[in-house]
């Protein structure tokens, strides 16, 4: 008798706990249970992808791939980095349904998926396309507030439901972000002079006699006078000191002007680069050249040929701190000797 009672109670025991277990799992918001991939076949398509546009109420990015090369195409078809868009295509892969959420117009702001064209859209739009088809387009909201793991509100541009998905999107609109910055990194170890010229004012040419010399020599001063600031003087070579660019058009832009000032920097080996400024659209844009100077010595071709295919066709616009080393004028540089009394 106590033993059918124990097994009675046993068995009310289970059946209670898979009742329990049961309405928890249908309690669960099905997120939990089981996860969609919003782009399913996107990973399958990813080297027939051509052309990316990434965009937001600031700015637009629109990357083509000619001939398997990726270029931005809104910057005059700079090379684009690669890694950028092989990134984009595996977190848009990655990217998982949680639940579907509002289909109310006047609800998209609350989430950021409105239209671009809206008004205050805080939504960037991605599309993606191979040379035949648009493989997908959507506007990438906000994230929900308190989320702890990374999860953004989502509403594909063709769709009038919006949705919540589990993923992430670094992808940037700008299109800056989608370029290898660097324009040229030489050492002003390196340097042996560096001449600024300027029309119509006084050609300033700085110098040293080695390379292990830390301090230029502002040469031609005056008689009476002596350089105010060697340590001003010695930071004008580090302008090509790992020199990124803010901006960049096509060269064909500024090559017809009149050039605002030349700078030459001659290293010990004879690289020579030529640094030309124009002013275009109120802007200080630089065009690059390298070649085998005057005071030529062994010096590999590849070493020319590597900068120029890098910088050939292209002015860019180089940071505020970069410009002002070489926005000098000679009388700046100098200073009257104080004669004793």
Known sequence: MFKSKIIIIFFIALVISATAWKVSIDNKPQSEIMKTSLFPALIDSVNEITEVTI?????????????????????????????????????????????????????YAKLGVNNLSVEGSQA??????????????????LSPKGAKKAKRYIRLTDETAAQLVA??????????????????????????????????????VIS?????????????????????????????????IDLRLNDVISANAVTDLEPAQKTTVTT??????????????????????AYLGKDKKELPNSTIEKINNKVRGWAYEIPAYKRRMINRKFDDLIQAIEQPD
């Open 268 to 289: 010990f080996s004879g690289l020579e680069i030529l640094l030309t400024d124009y002013i275009w659209e109120n802007k200080h844009y630089t065009v690059f050249e």
């Open 167 to 204: 993923g992430q999107i670094t992808a940037s609109t700008n299109p800056i972000e989608w370029l290898d910055p660097q324009i040229i990194d030489l050492d002003s170890k390196s340097i042996k002079r560096l001449t600024i010229d300027v029309p119509e004012e006084k050609k300033i």
């Open 124 to 141: 960037s739009q991605i599309t993606v396309s191979t040379s035949e088809k648009k493989l997908l387009s959507l506007l990438i909201g």
């Open 55 to 107: 965009e937001d109420r600031r700015f637009k990015s629109i990357l083509k791939k000619i001939d398997g090369v990726w270029y931005l195409h809104n910057k005059d078809n700079y090379p684009a980095t690669t890694s950028g868009i092989k990134q984009l295509a595996l977190e848009l892969s990655n990217l998982k349904i949680l639940e579907a959420k509002t289909s109310s117009v006047e609800k």
């Open 208 to 240: 040293k006699n080695t390379e292990s010399e830390d301090f230029f020599t502002l040469q031609d001063i005056p008689e009476s006078f002596e350089m105010k600031s060697k340590t001003i003087v010695s930071s004008i070579p580090a302008i090509l």
